[in-house]
């Protein structure tokens, strides 16, 4: 399967945990996305990435949350300091150039106790 | 990314066509109309989009309104597998000349039920 994929699938934590999510973009794209979405909501968009630099970043992405992509292939994305409203579905999505359709990953869904 | 708005659910019966409507009444000449669907359990798979004139494929077709202040999107035989929610989306390419705001703004979508 060529697709984009998550690592880990799920993931509980406690509060005030650290924790990190892994993306891999389907392998020639060079734009990579990081969404989050809660229950019963859409997808709300985080960052997104041009090869490694990072080109935006949502007012959602708080200080506690970092995403790196050093070599623009995989990225992670660490949540630092996790509180209960941090639980949610993490999804990444890659692209291969502007206005391009997105391909979304399955998902890394986050408890946090 | 203009506003758009979608019935909260809409039902089906299987194998027959499907008509999801979306409204984005403050649409601007440069926006394009994307669809998104999210199956159970998934992450969101892109359907079809569109700018003016009305577009097919293989999954889905898309009529767009004259004035491009609404669009429909056209399932033309409904299955089990196509019960999801479906989201309009707004992508505006003038915002894209910078090389920045390339992320979807999603709604709360339809939560398209198939009847068997």
């Known amino acids: 399967d060529t697709g984009v994929s998550q690592d880990p699938r799920h993931k509980i934590t406690k509060r005030g945990q650290n924790v990190t999510f892994r993306c891999d973009p389907i392998s020639e794209h060079n734009r990579l996305y990081w969404y989050r979405q809660t229950l019963g909501q859409g997808p709300e968009f985080l960052t997104y990435?041009?090869?490694?630099?990072?080109?935006?970043k949502s007012r959602l992405l708080s200080d506690r949350f970092s995403a790196e992509r050093p070599k623009g292939s995989f990225s992670t994305l660490e949540i630092q300091r996790t509180e209960q409203g941090d639980s949610a579905m993490y999804l990444c999505a890659s692209s291969s150039r502007l206005y391009n359709e997105q391909f979304f990953g399955p998902g890394t869904r986050l408890t946090v106790l | 990314d203009a506003k758009t708005t979608q019935p909260n659910s809409m039902e089906s019966n299987e194998e027959e066509p499907v008509h999801l409507p979306c409204n984005h009444s403050?649409?601007?000449?440069?926006?394009?109309i994307h669809w998104y669907r999210q199956l159970p359990s998934q992450g969101p798979e892109y359907v079809i989009h569109?700018?003016?004139s009305n577009v097919n494929n293989r999954m889905a077709s898309l009529a767009i309104a004259e004035d491009r202040k609404s669009s429909t999107l056209i399932l033309h035989r409904a299955t089990l597998r196509d019960a999801a929610v479906y989201y309009c989306?707004?992508?505006?390419?003038?915002?894209?000349?910078?090389?920045?705001?390339?992320?979807?703004?999603f709604g709360k979508g339809t939560h398209l039920i198939i009847q068997p």
């Open positions: 569109g700018l003016t």
């Open positions: 403050t649409i601007s000449g440069t926006d394009y």
């Open positions: 990435f041009q090869n490694e630099a990072q080109l935006e």
């Open positions: 989306i707004l992508r505006d390419t003038h915002m894209y000349s910078g090389g920045g705001a390339d992320g979807l703004t």
